[in-house]
């Protein structure tokens, strides 16, 4: 029988309601979780480890890149087959993201969560951790990537967002849907992933900030980015990657000071693309040097942003990255 690692690291799946606040609070370790998983051990043998047990808005990317160093250590063990990892909901997508962009292996690697405790009724933590344990084993999920699986659903870790606060089917891939599901414990996958992107870097440069457009915004938050030494910044743009006029200054002082600046759309759907010529637009922005994002949402771009610059400065191979990207090894 196949066996998997199943690293805990907190959420909303390790909380109970603590009756003198009337909150979730943490409480449940990794074998008290597991201990409510019922039957799996009749398809996978399991290697339980505690990395940590904390809400997911405590989550840094350094401690996200620590995790990717631990569940790298897990996969080079010939006797696991693949591993899952227990998250907070919240940053969820981030972390997913890091794993997938840090980690080159053929194992699958499963995220996973809950959206309800273990003191409410409906506690979703034990069946999405069953399905991602079902996933981590099977030889179908191989050289998927980082695979998101909660409500018995597989999304990719590069596609995926969160897009509920409260329901049990949050996470969904805008435009497509998931890429497989979970059924009585077997997995069928709809479509292939596009090609993965690979990092080779154990550095993250923190200072990397994101802004947000709102109509008439100007470049008071860029400019106080630059100030206080932020290496780069992510702008969501509206629509196809369009600013307030008012920010196109502030944007060119950023770029005059090497500081990486990327462009990724708002919206929920769509890529940004260099489509309107008109002051702030696209075309005008490309041509001062911003790097588009495609479809990431600003969560991630600013999580593949800190990785790029945490193993180079040059701006054209963090350009190459984002626009150029989707081959495996970066040394190219």
Do not use: W
Request: proline residues 3%; hydrophobic residues 40%.
């Amino acid at each position: 029988m196949k066996k998997a690692a199943v690293v805990f690291n907190g959420g909303t799946i390790s909380m109970k309601i603590d009756p003198k606040i009337h909150a979730a609070v943490p409480s449940l370790s990794g074998e008290e979780i597991m201990s409510m998983v019922t039957g799996i051990e009749e398809y996978a043998n399991i290697e339980s480890y505690n990395f940590s047990n904390v809400p997911s808005p405590h989550m840094t990317p350094e401690d996200m890149l620590s995790l990717s160093l631990y569940v790298k250590d897990l996969l080079k063990r010939n006797d696991i087959s693949g591993v899952v990892v227990t998250h907070g909901t919240d940053s969820l997508e981030e972390t997913a993201y890091l794993l997938d962009l840090t980690i080159n292996s053929e194992k699958p690697i499963v995220v996973t969560g809950s959206m309800k405790s273990s003191s409410e009724l409906g506690y979703d933590g034990p069946s999405n951790l069953s399905a991602s344990i079902c996933t981590a084993v099977s030889e179908e999920a191989k050289n998927f990537g980082v695979l998101v699986c909660l409500n018995s659903e597989l999304n990719c870790a590069n596609e995926v967002v969160k897009a509920n606060s409260m329901s049990l089917d949050a996470f969904r891939t805008p435009g497509f849907g998931p890429i497989g599901i979970v059924d009585n414990n077997e997995i069928f996958f709809y479509r292939n992933r596009v090609e993965r992107q690979y990092i080779d870097t154990n550095k993250i440069e923190s200072r990397v900030d994101l802004i947000k457009c709102a109509s008439g915004m100007d470049s008071s938050f860029i400019d106080f980015s630059v100030n206080r030494g932020a290496k780069g910044i992510v702008i969501e743009a509206m629509g196809r990657g369009n600013i307030p006029p008012l920010m196109v200054d502030g944007i060119k002082r950023a770029l005059s000071k090497d500081v990486a600046v990327i462009l990724v759309s708002r919206c929920f759907e769509g890529r940004a693309l260099d489509t309107y010529g008109y002051h702030g637009g696209g075309k005008e922005l490309k041509n001062m040097g911003v790097i588009f994002g495609d479809t990431l949402s600003g969560q991630k771009a600013r999580i593949k942003l800190m990785l790029a610059l945490g193993k180079t400065n040059d701006l054209k191979y963090i350009k190459n990255i984002f626009e150029e990207g989707h081959y495996k090894n970066d040394a190219k």
